[in-house]
């Protein structure tokens, strides 16, 4: 079975404050994904990692690094915690593939509250 | 880009009662589609995926989904729900050869016993 975990499932983080949030796959999947949860609006992709050190822009990439030192860790930071960046976060990872079809399997998220 | 609509914020259900959950989407081109569930409490996972081939795609759990291009739609149905079918349902959308999902708002689905 595919596992991905992330560091924490609750944080706390005043604003203005630099946070990190992990994300850890045993697959071995090239690719991995960033996406923040809110109600009525779906899920919303931040940020894609389709190998290491490589990095593309999702949707909503303001506010938002990333970084991927290793094939198995995805990190998002957010450099300066807002308010409005209080919401569930989603790591993602797929195998490498051209076709779109393949599957992308999610960690059990990130609940984080700036306040 | 595409975006993708699911009609329904909330479906309350009795156990036994059938369930049709509505995705339409907008994208002209080759698409393939998904439909992930969100149990309380569990990780996001795909619970069936289209890409070519039969329209009509069966998945986990005794959900199908039903792909009609005419109408750039992918229902999901399942004939008689449980109260363990109490869960938010995805429906996404990738344009072929992208790796990039766009997701509905999502549908959260109650099933009283």
């Known amino acids: 079975d595919v596992k991905v975990t992330q560091s924490s499932r609750y944080l706390v983080k005043r604003t203005g404050e630099k946070v990190f949030l992990e994300c850890v796959q045993d697959m071995d999947h090239e690719n991995m994904f960033w996406y923040r949860q809110d109600p009525g609006l779906g899920l919303r992709l931040i940020y894609f990692?389709?190998?290491?050190?490589?990095?593309e822009k999702g949707d909503i990439p303001e506010g938002y690094s990333v970084s991927r030192e290793k094939k198995e860790r995805f990190s998002l930071i957010l450099e300066s915690a807002s308010t409005n960046q209080t919401s569930m976060y989603l790591c993602?990872?797929?195998?490498?593939?051209?076709?779109?079809?393949?599957?992308?399997?999610f960690g059990p998220g990130t609940r984080l509250l700036v306040l | 880009a595409q975006s993708v609509s699911q009609h329904n914020h909330h479906v309350i259900l009795s156990e036994a009662a059938s369930l049709e959950l509505g995705c339409n989407y907008s994208?002209?081109?080759?698409?393939?589609l998904f439909w992930y569930v969100q149990y309380p409490g569990q990780h996001l996972q795909l619970l069936l995926k289209y890409f070519s081939g039969d329209p009509l795609v069966k998945g986990i759990k005794g959900f199908e989904a039903e792909f009609i291009k005419s109408k750039f739609s992918f229902n999901l149905r399942k004939p008689s729900v449980q109260w363990s079918d109490t869960a938010e349902y995805f429906c996404a959308v990738n344009a072929s050869n992208d790796y990039k999902l766009s997701f509905g708002a999502g549908t959260t689905v109650t099933v009283r016993a």
């Open positions: 993602a990872s797929r195998p490498r593939g051209t076709s779109g079809q393949e599957t992308q399997y």
């Open positions: 994208y002209g081109g080759t698409v393939n």
């Open positions: 990692s389709y190998d290491v050190k490589m990095k």
